[in-house]
C-alpha cells in the first residue's frame, strides 16, 4: 500500500487547512485509516482513526471539536479538516493505513506533509 498525503503548507493562528491522503496498491477492501503526527524532537502522535465504512471515528483529545477526519472509498482517500489552528499543531502529519489479516496487523505510513502555524 501507498500512502500520498498533501495539503500542509504554512498558515496562520486561527487558520484552517485540509489535509489529504491518497492510498493506491493493496487490496480493494478499505483499509482503517488515521493520521498522526510528530513535532520537532517529538514522539509521533495519534490525532484521529476511522472505521473502513467512515462510521467510526476517534480523535485524541489535544484535536477533539477542531479536527474532523473523514474519507471517500470511492476515490480511496481520507482527509483531515483542521481548524482553529495553534501554534502547538505545527509538525510534520502522517496518514496510516491498517488492516488485520490472518491475526497479524499491517500498517503502511504515508511520507509526511508539513503544517506550520505562526502567529
Known amino acids: 500500500v501507498q500512502l500520498q498525503a498533501s495539503g500542509g503548507g504554512s498558515v496562520q493562528v486561527g487558520d484552517s487547512l485540509r489535509l489529504s491522503c491518497a492510498a493506491s496498491?493493496?487490496?480493494?477492501?478499505?483499509?482503517?485509516m488515521a493520521w498522526f503526527r510528530q513535532a520537532p524532537g517529538k514522539e509521533r502522535k495519534f490525532l484521529a482513526r476511522?472505521?473502513?465504512?467512515?462510521?467510526?471515528?476517534y480523535y485524541d483529545d489535544s484535536v477533539k471539536g477542531r479536527f474532523t477526519i473523514s474519507r471517500d472509498n470511492a476515490k480511496n482517500a481520507v482527509t483531515l479538516q483542521m481548524n482553529s489552528l495553534v501554534l502547538e499543531d505545527t509538525a510534520v502529519y502522517y496518514c496510516q493505513a491498517s488492516a488485520d489479516l490472518l491475526g497479524r496487523t499491517y500498517v503502511w505510513w504515508g511520507q509526511g506533509t508539513q503544517v506550520t502555524v505562526s502567529s
Open positions: 496498491g493493496g487490496t480493494s477492501r478499505p483499509y482503517v
Open positions: 476511522i472505521s473502513r465504512a467512515g462510521t467510526n471515528k
